[in-house]
């Protein structure tokens, strides 16, 4: 067996088998059914259209659009007519050769726009999104670039090789004589750059007998090497004189075709699927920007699959700045997702669970990262499915530690630690007496409390009130409010501070103790 | 930055009534101040009650009071603005109300006698329209039952009904508030009557405990926005008169009030920056430049006068330390008792007050404030409300009509001086 059949029949097997265990037993079943699913029709003109235009790339960039367009513009006729061309394009087009024009320079174009967009999005990816990538990100670039790189190499190595000239006169011109086989030398080296170790006759008439036995022997299957307007002059660039190793050749198409295979071998792991995954996730969503369409398993499995690893979520979150706080990279959508896979293939536990459930408790599922995803992943359904999906097992978060007990049994606890304090300051509004000077405990705050107004009994749902919360800080009870849930179902609306007569940041003292009881418990949970 | 014709200090009655009729009169009004002080409103718009205060002496005729009041007290600042003034100014403010959902009514040139959540009540000129119910049903002494909620603090309606021990047809009552248990506040109570249903709930809760009570007075919880539309809607229901009574500050009637105004005076093209204190102010001959809030959302106002309605203590207009009392925006001089020990008397409820409570702002004839000179501060600064001295308006029950009668009175010296 070859080395081209035994390539591409390892790299099919690494991709058959690889795509079957991403599919198999896809954990999109472990996610809790939305409550309410929405059953209206996706619209499949819509899909198509994103998946055509990439308008939704196009919404999270210019420049990341035109790197994507570039790229597929050029990489998918490379693919099919070129890659492919024994089972496509000869088909297809009778008298193909793959250095007949335009099909030589029509490789050269699409190679140079694939380099192009490539360019581009090695470009954004280091200005814009250096902080969120990984390995995997740069090597999917790198490996792309490497195939088309050494594609235009491997032609140019070709172009100059003389055992390439030798092989193709013993198969297609073997009655060749000694002058006629140096009269064609000549010609193909001054016309197709071809380099050769011995000197070259450049009599006129020579040349022109080298033009007529080209006319008459090559010229059928080689349009002038010119027309492949990069290689060539990459070729040209070699020092004059320089010529090329036999190995040469041979080595450059082991590289360009061993590459080729390792990337479709590669195709069905990390980020290498989503030309494939986020397509077909696009179609799914059928143009939709909100969430809840559809929530089914095989839809989440896609959704979960999708990610292109491409950053606009992170850029995007809501929440970003705690993962500055914290350090906890689960705070941005595109890790807290990659984090959830593996946990639904329950290969995920320890400090990085821990960090997949603070991650999903940070979540305000404010939307903005599902409506800007190129992929068109509903990551708000994820987010909320997951949510429940962890509580259900569980892992609640700092909030469902919190809830399993009562503000005095907490108060009981924390009563005995040294409660720090927070903010860079070292100081905190609920340690100093000039937060609460002005409260006359008014109610003001409590009246206009929307959570307030949404509990049916608020000393039941809600241990304490705000006001209630202020006048036990002011009377030094810190641990006894920790534990409240009313600083738990806080929604930081601002409206009691906004209407408090007296000033006193009510809301920012609610976010005060929350953040304090968050980090009390997250050393508490945490060897 | 734009150049405003009148920036209101305050936002409060005074403040609220300074950046109405500077609007109304086509002036181009900026006005900062504090959301949360006129939440403590009862509601009532009181004129003038209670004169001289020493002697409780009430007056049925308010206009009869302000005779009196200026003749006994020259420096009264309700003696720089004429009663027909006041008046005016009185109609047009409850005109404003009227067109932002809130009705007021009373009984011209009369003060009236309006039931308190502690049973007693209170002289004042205009009030709710939905607590005249009250007022007609103790006139009459008519067999009314009063309501109110378990969990609700700050009304209690057997404590009223004691209190009036001579209105011997009032009988009390003590329901569940349908939707809601533990503790009641009134502003979310006011929002869930907005629903219809919880209406209907409610009315059949009282309706067994009707009898022969021809009105049925409740807490003032009957919505926000559509108050008196509630109160027919419950009148329809139980078949009788329906009257709220208003609840101990906080209560509802001040949010109805500040939301009529948050409503109304930016679609007169007001500028409002609620919640926002003035907290610098510089002074030029033809401009004053003002930075409102603080840290990152302070904003600078320039404008070229200014109305100082930023009240007394709570409003946070006058500063009061352990030796002294300062204005707090300009710094201008305070009338105020010489010595701390001066501040007040030695009984809290002594009959002629504290001196603390007549401590403000002197000003010339125009309510412009007096500077260190004795001089105006400023030719286009004026002061209107809590903030000025010789008043104590809490205890003369004259609050509202005092900050707005003195409202208009610096809106129109001000804007022939622009």
């Not at chain 1, 174009?109 to 999005?121: Q, R």
């Not at chain 1, 999903?360 to 995803?373: G, I």
């Not at chain 2, 209670?50 to 009869?64: G, K, L, M």
Request: aromatic share 8%; charged share 20%.
């Amino acid at each position: 067996m070859d080395f081209f059949s035994a390539g591409l029949g390892l790299a099919c097997l690494s991709f058959v088998l690889g795509f079957a265990w991403r599919v198999h037993g896809r954990p999109g079943s472990r996610l809790p059914a939305a409550s309410e699913q929405d059953r209206r029709k996706s619209g499949l003109a819509a899909g198509l259209v994103d998946i055509i235009l990439l308008r939704r790339t196009l919404r999270t960039g210019k420049l990341r659009w035109a790197g994507h367009t570039l790229l597929i513009l050029g990489f998918l006729p490379l693919l099919f007519l070129h890659a492919m061309d024994g089972i496509v394009t000869r088909p297809l087009f009778s008298g193909y050769e793959p250095t007949l024009e335009p099909w030589q320079s029509a490789r050269n174009a699409l190679g140079l726009a694939a380099l192009a967009g490539l360019g581009l999005l090695v470009w954004h990816r280091g200005r814009r999104l250096r902080a969120f990538s990984r390995v995997q990100d740069w090597a999917l670039l790198g490996l792309l670039a490497a195939v088309l790189l050494t594609g235009f190499v491997l032609e140019a190595a070709k172009m100059a090789s003389p055992a390439d000239f030798e092989r193709m006169v013993a198969d297609f011109f073997p009655e060749a004589d000694g002058d006629e086989f140096i009269a064609l030398q000549a010609h193909w080296a001054r016309e197709n750059g071809v380099r050769f170790e011995r000197f070259l006759p450049t009599a006129p008439e020579i040349l022109e007998q080298g033009r007529e036995l080209h006319e008459d022997r090559c010229a059928g299957c080689h349009a002038p090497t010119a027309t492949a307007f990069a290689s060539r002059t990459l070729a040209d660039a070699l020092p004059a004189g320089a010529v090329l190793p036999r190995t040469m050749a041979p080595i450059f198409w082991h590289l360009h075709v061993g590459l080729a295979f390792l990337v479709l071998a590669l195709l069905p792991w990390g980020k290498f699927l989503h030309p494939l995954a986020s397509p077909a996730n696009l179609l799914v969503r059928g143009g939709r920007w909100d969430s809840g369409f559809p929530a089914a398993p095989p839809a989440r499995n896609l959704a979960l699959e999708a990610c292109t690893r491409c950053g606009q979520c992170s850029l995007h979150c809501s929440v970003a700045p705690s993962r500055r706080v914290l350090g906890n990279v689960d705070i941005l959508p595109m890790d807290k997702l990659a984090d959830l896979r593996s946990w639904l293939d329950r290969s995920l536990d320890g400090a990085r669970l821990a960090d997949l459930v603070e991650g999903s408790h940070v979540c305000t599922e404010c939307l903005r990262c599902t409506q800007v995803c190129p992929a068109g992943i509903d990551l708000q359904d994820l987010w909320i499915s997951s949510k429940a999906a962890l509580s259900e097992a569980g892992r609640a978060g700092v909030d469902g530690e919190i809830r399993k007990r009562t503000a005095g049994e907490w108060a009981h606890e924390l009563a005995s630690r040294r409660l720090g304090k927070v903010g860079a300051s070292g100081s905190g509004l609920a340690d100093h007496a000039e937060s609460f000077w002005g409260c006359v405990q008014c109610t003001t705050c409590t009246g206009v409390c929307p959570v307030v107004a949404v509990s049916t009994d608020p000393q039941r749902d809600l241990d304490l009130t705000p006001q209630q919360i202020m006048n036990y800080l002011r009377m030094g009870l810190k641990a006894q409010t920790l534990g409240a849930r009313m600083v738990w179902s806080c929604t930081t609306c601002y409206k009691c501070q906004e209407h408090c007569p007296q000033g006193v940041p009510v809301a920012d003292i609610l976010y005060e103790l929350r953040q304090l009881g968050a980090r009390t418990l997250r050393h508490r949970g945490k060897p | 930055m734009k150049t405003y014709d009148v920036m209101v200090i305050g936002s409060g009655f005074a403040g609220m009534a300074a950046s109405l009729f500077a609007a109304k009169r086509g002036l181009s009004v900026v006005q900062a101040g504090g959301t949360g002080g006129i939440d403590f409103s009862t509601g009532f718009i009181d004129l003038l009650a209670v004169h001289p205060v020493a002697e409780q002496r009430v007056w049925e005729d308010p206009f009869a009071a302000l005779v009196a009041l200026r003749r006994d007290l020259p420096l009264h600042p309700y003696a720089h603005v004429a009663d027909d003034e006041i008046a005016a100014a009185l109609e047009e403010f409850t005109g404003f109300l009227e067109e932002n959902g809130l009705c007021y009514t009373g009984r011209p040139g009369r003060n009236t006698l309006a039931l308190t959540s502690a049973g007693t009540v209170k002289p004042t000129y205009l009030l709710p329209c939905s607590a005249w119910g009250g007022v007609e049903a103790l006139e009459a002494k008519a067999p009314t039952l009063l309501v109110d909620f378990h969990g609700l603090k700050g009304i209690s309606a057997r404590q009223i009904a004691e209190v009036r021990a001579d209105w011997p047809g009032l009988r009390t009552a003590r329901v569940r508030f349908p939707g809601m248990g533990g503790e009641l506040y009134p502003e979310h109570m006011a929002w869930s009557m907005a629903d219809q249903a919880r209406r209907i709930e409610l009315a059949e809760a009282v309706r067994p405990l009707l009898g022969d009570a021809r009105f049925v007075g409740f807490p003032a919880i009957f919505g926000m926005t559509d108050t008196m539309a509630v109160v027919r809607h419950m009148e329809e229901l139980l078949g009788r008169r329906v009257f709220e009574i208003p609840t101990l500050p906080p209560s509802i009637a001040g949010p109805r009030l500040r939301a009529a105004f948050d409503r109304g005076l930016p679609a007169l093209g007001v500028r409002t920056y609620t919640q926002k204190l003035v907290s610098a102010a510089e002074v030029s001959g033809e401009m004053f430049h003002f930075t409102a809030g603080s840290g990152s959302t302070a904003v600078r106002i320039a404008a070229r006068g200014a109305v100082l309605a930023s009240g007394r203590f709570f409003g946070k207009g006058l500063k009061a330390d352990r030796h002294a009392v300062r204005e707090a925006v300009f710094d201008l001089p305070v009338r105020q008792p010489e010595k701390r020990e001066d501040w007040h008397r030695a009984e809290f409820f002594d009959p002629r007050g504290h001196e603390i409570n007549q401590s403000g702002l002197e000003t010339d004839a125009a309510l412009r404030p007096l500077g260190a000179d004795g001089r105006p501060f400023h030719p286009r600064l004026h002061a209107a409300g809590a903030i000025l001295a010789h008043q104590d308006w809490m205890r003369m029950k004259c609050g509202a009509g005092l900050a707005i009668a003195t409202a208009c009175k610096a809106v129109r010296e001000l804007s022939q001086n622009l």
